[in-house]
Structures are given as structure tokens and as C-alpha cells.
Nanobody, 120 residues
């Protein structure tokens, strides 16, 4: 029932831009916290950006000023605008949805991921 489908990944040169999209279904989207995570080979998955239902955001330090997360509750979509991309941004990017609640009561859903490769 719950689906998160990412799109927009691809190959881009350093300094270029990509816009990732995540379309959600099966959840009350507007009350879910949405996030983008990434995982490179041999590394742990890390939080890249997060946006709460009311629109507040946070970012990992390495992408501040370059990436922007946004959401469109009417479309049940979350986006990640990625500017000035660097080779170290290369990873599989995952969309995540977190339900309202606290601790173990929260539900977590993941998309399948989309590959972003930054290379010359």
C-alpha cells in the first residue's frame, strides 16, 4: 500500500545540478516527515535533508547551501534540488517517510533509491 518512488537521478558533471523527486502514496502525506538519505558503497547511509510537515528543514553540513529540500503536499511529493554537485555526492539517494509519533511508535517507509553519479 505504501509506496515511495524516487526519480531524477542520473549522471552529472561536477558543478552541475539535479532535481530528485519522490512521489508518495498510501500515507497521509501532509503529516509525515520526509527525508532524503544517501548511501555510497562501503559507507553508512546518512541523512542528507529532512523536511517536516509544516515546512521546517535541516541538512547535513556537507550539503548546506547547495541542496534544497521542498515538499508539495497537494501532490504528495518531496523534492531535493541539488546544485553545485561534487564527486563526493555520488551515492544512491533514498526517500524516507516518517509517521507522526514518538520512538518505536513511529512508522518508517523507504523508497527503492535512485542513483546519482557526479563525475567528469
Amino acid at each position: 500500500q505504501v509506496q515511495l518512488v524516487e526519480s531524477g537521478g542520473g549522471l552529472v558533471q561536477p558543478g552541475g545540478s539535479l532535481r530528485l523527486s519522490c512521489a508518495a502514496s498510501g500515507i497521509i502525506f501532509s503529516i509525515y516527515t520526509m527525508g532524503w538519505y544517501r548511501q555510497a558503497p562501503g559507507k553508512q547511509r546518512e541523512l542528507v535533508a529532512r523536511i517536516f510537515g509544516e515546512g521546517s528543514t535541516n541538512y547535513v553540513e556537507s550539503v548546506k547551501g547547495r541542496f534544497n529540500i521542498s515538499r508539495d503536499n497537494a501532490k504528495k511529493a518531496v523534492y531535493l534540488q541539488m546544485n553545485n554537485l561534487k564527486p563526493e555526492d555520488t551515492a544512491v539517494y533514498y526517500c524516507k517517510a516518517d509517521s507522526p509519533g514518538w520512538g518505536s511508535s513511529r512508522k518508517h517507509y523507504w523508497g527503492q533509491g535512485t542513483q546519482v553519479t557526479v563525475s567528469s
